[in-house]
């Protein structure tokens, strides 16, 4: 039974937790300039407050410290406030729509350039390698796949997973439109499986925060899956800017199925298929950086 005052303590002791997480992480922005400012708060708290029981860290402000001075530390906070779920092919209808709707206009460019936005463990860079190089198109392709988990880039610069993923990546790349036997993309040995060497060279992986960073190139796709979820509009606005400077022109941006873009007036792009996510960039002079 709950004595009385027991729902103004918890009050007191959730808005402390709020005071010390948003102290955190604008002193993480601040010194380390890894800027979670505008993500959702309750998943951000949430996962800052399991980093900190993860690692025995007394408190948030302990963490603080730490997290400032221990270089392997920051990276386990890095991994432990991103949330990698992936596979390949994922929501196979999206991939399907890309080779039907976009590979024909993609195929009409001497250079194909595609940026993989929030890639994680690079499932979804190396499902683009594939569809492209079954278009004919991945010797004229690159595919630029960043985040900023440096763990994750990690595991998706080896092409190595779990030979169990396999199982759901040949459902899912079957179900995309995918002709071939799908294990002609990948070699099995023990419980791990590597995928073709034809693909890496067309993938370079590297770090981008899209909370901090800015333009650095033009694309004709940009992929920007399962990452909007967990900013803020504002944050979440300031990456649809950067898409849209960052896009060629008829360019097309590709957000995850559950998400929405915050521009809903349309200035900056115009759906060409909002139910699996994907929108042109509008040619819009009066947009500036
Ligand atoms: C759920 S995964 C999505 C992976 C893939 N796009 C997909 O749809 O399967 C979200 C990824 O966004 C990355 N991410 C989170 N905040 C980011 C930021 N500010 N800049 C770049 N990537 C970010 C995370 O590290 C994580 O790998």
Redesign the pocket.
Known sequence: MSAPGDDSESAQSLELTRIEADAFFYTVFEYLGY??RD?SDASRNRRLLRFVQRNSLGSISEAQGKVLRDADLLSAF?SA???????MF??PQVFGKIREALVPRLGTYPRIRVW??????G??AYSMAILLAESGLLERSTIYA????AE?LRAAKSAIYPADAMITATRNYQASGGMRPFSEWYVAKYDRCILSPELRPHIEFFS??????NVFGEFHLI?????F???EDS?QRR?ELLFWQSLANFGTLAI?TREALTDAGGTLFTPLDRKQGLYVKKQNDHVRA
Do not use: P, Q, W
């Open positions: 800027d979670f993500y890095l406030m991103t949330v990698n779920v992936t596979e994922r929501d993989v936005a929030g890639c994680s463990t499932e979804e960043t985040d900023i988990d994750s981008h925060n899209l909370a901090t960073d992929m920007c899956r399962n990452v979820i967990y900013f944050l990456a995850g």
